[in-house]
């Protein structure tokens, strides 16, 4: 064989087993040395982190893989501190942290993650490593479980629970009513903005007498039916003759969504009215069914049943005094207040 030919064969077998390095810019050189050790390599020391095989300051990159093979850390030191990407992972391969460190300082925006990958907190480090800014945030995790959930509560709400939320929607007109009347200063006033198409009523009949001068009666015979225009004089008569609206409660009982072609309701409601002039104390407690119109408005209410308690005179209890449980022993009891817990002067109490 032609010993040119063997040599070259022989130069390009030693060529290929020579391991090929890819070229490094001399600034990367300089800004890192080319050397990586594990978290088992090496050591810290205070504050520094020590090469266990030269016994030195480590300057380099620190890598650290999982059992399985997955990243758990890429941190460059220099001189035994932390300078320069700071890359690290949970144990299911999702980022923990990342950011830039400066000579053992951490270096603008250092981003991060909760374990479940659902918040991410932004620290911003001034040029001291003094803390400018923290930022927690969803993550793109969250807010896609966020708006699936709310995908989920809508198609429940449009299927599930579509009775429950008309039934709400329509309740709201009753329960903005109540509202209303408890903030009110004169509450006829809300009484007469409140329209309807009609409302069906009874009569109260004969009165009943019990103890203590109370009289109690309940509608009785046909209904008779007033439209809002009537129904608005008759409330109007009731605030002329010095009759006042104390307070007031209501409740719906039923909905159904389309019976009859329309949504219908059945609340119960409590009112009581006090008459300054006669001193007359009346409590009506009644259930009735509302109709319902367009635009979520009662077409018709028809009132089922009607309860009244009444009596003229004052009130049969009176306030005599407010104990103070700081001050005051109701069982003639000796102690001090300030050596006795909260606690247990409220057990006391509730056992007396």
């Known amino acids: 064989m032609n010993r040119g030919l ?12 020579k391991p090929v390095e890819s070229p490094v810019s001399s600034s990367a050189k300089r800004a890192f040395p080319r050397l990586v050790r ?9 504050d520094l982190v020590y090469d266990k095989s030269t016994g030195k300051l480590f300057s380099g990159l620190l890598r650290d893989i999982s059992a399985s093979g997955s990243p758990k850390a890429e941190i460059h030191f220099k001189n035994g501190r932390r300078h320069g990407r700071s890359v690290e992972w949970y144990l299911d391969g999702s980022k923990s942290l990342e950011g830039q460190w400066s000579e053992g300082m951490p270096k603008g925006k250092v981003t991060e993650w909760s374990a479940d990958g659902l918040l991410r907190k932004e620290t911003t480090y001034g040029k001291n490593g003094q803390v400018v800014k923290i930022e927690t945030m969803p993550t793109e995790r969250l807010q896609g479980r966020v708006a699936a959930a709310v995908a989920e509560r809508g198609e429940m709400d449009r299927t599930v629970w579509r009775g429950e939320i008309q039934a709400q929607e329509y309740e709201a007109t009753f329960v903005g009513l109540w509202d209303q009347l408890r903030e009110a200063v004169n509450p ?7 329209t309807f198409g009609e409302i069906r009523y009874a009569d109260f009949g004969s ?3 019990l103890s203590w001068k109370i009289e109690q009666s309940q509608t009785a015979g046909a209904l008779k039916a007033v439209e809002w225009n009537e129904w608005l004089e008759r409330v109007e008569q009731w605030e002329k003759s010095g009759w006042l609206l104390e307070e007031s409660e209501w409740h719906q009982e039923s909905f159904q969504p389309n019976p009859d072609g329309r949504p219908r309701s059945v609340f119960k409601a409590v009112v009581h009215l006090h008459h300054p002039g006669s001193d007359r104390r009346t409590i009506i407690r009644g259930k009735f069914v509302v109709l319902w119109g367009a635009k979520l408005k009662p077409a018709e209410i028809v009132v089922e049943q009607m309860n009244q308690l009444s009596r003229e005179g004052g009130l049969l209890f009176n306030k005599k005094k407010t104990f103070d449980l700081t001050v005051d022993d109701p069982t003639q009891r000796s102690f001090v207040i300030n050596q006795v817990p909260v606690f247990f002067l409220l057990h006391w109490w509730c056992r007396i």
């Open 6 to 17: 063997v040599f070259i064969l022989f130069g390009l077998a030693f060529g290929c087993n």
């Open 38 to 46: 594990s978290g088992a390599q090496v050591s810290l020391q205070g």
């Open 188 to 194: 006829w006033k809300v009484i007469k903005s409140f």
């Open 207 to 209: 009165a009943q007498k």
